[in-house]
């Protein structure tokens, strides 16, 4: 598959705001700096279009693109900052949360994960809440262009070991870099097949 239209629609911290109607979507989380911007760019082949959403002003939290007058692409915000405030963290932990469980139109959720670094607490705790939710969703590594491909190769296996540890089976894992256009066609294959089996 490949994307012909992409544009952004609305930004705002409040599930009831999303957009109404029955098209799917794909939302993209992981933390700050993990590449969720980059990626959503990289896939739509608009180098700005995730920026859109991120100019003084708008919020930053769910932010919806609209692609091919079919579908969406939901940027959420990161879980777990560090430099947030406590009460901020929680009110930001409750929006996604809230999305997540309300959101009915969420086809899949893909969980970005940076390939250099060792499983991290936090996201395995979040992929497991996940799986206690009903959630379905998939893995994606980002930044895969920073490692050699033996490294790479590696760590991806060290984290499906990792999760095979409270995991019976493992979801769909996706390898990409942004920067070398990497899984490209593979999370658009894979998003393709969702829509139409949604029909
Ligand atoms: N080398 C490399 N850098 C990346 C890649 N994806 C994102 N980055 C960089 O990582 C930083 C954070 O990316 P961004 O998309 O803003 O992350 P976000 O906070 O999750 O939206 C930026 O400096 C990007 O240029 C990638 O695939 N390869
Ligand atoms: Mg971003």
């Known amino acids: ?42 896939l739509t082949g608009q180098k700005g279009l995730a920026m859109t959403s991120q100019k003084p002003g708008k919020t930053q939290l769910i932010n919806h693109f609209i692609i091919d007058d079919s579908w969406y692409l939901v940027d959420l915000p990161g879980y777990g900052y560090a430099r947030l405030g406590a009460s901020n963290r929680e009110s930001l932990r409750r929006i996604i949360e809230t999305y997540i469980l309300m959101r009915e139109q969420l086809s899949n959720l893909f969980v970005l994960i940076d390939c250099r670094h060792e499983p991290q607490k936090i996201d395995v705790e979040f992929l497991s809440w996940l799986g206690e939710n009903g959630i379905p969703f998939s893995i994606v590594f980002t930044k895969a262009d920073k490692l050699s491909y033996s490294r790479l190769r590696e760590n991806v296996e060290a984290y499906q070991q990792k999760l095979l540890e409270t995991w019976e089976e493992l979801p769909p894992i996706f390898v990409t870099s942004s920067e070398k256009k990497n899984g490209r066609e593979e999370l658009l294959d894979y998003i393709d097949s969702i829509n139409k089996s949604l029909y």
């Not at 009831?16 to 993990?34: D, H, M, W």
């Open 1 to 42: 598959m490949e994307i012909k239209k992409a544009a952004f629609v609305i930004s705002n911290t409040d599930v009831r705001k999303c957009p109404t109607g029955q098209l799917p979507e794909y939302a993209f989380i992981g933390r700050s700096n993990v590449g969720k911007s980059s990626l959503i760019n990289m």
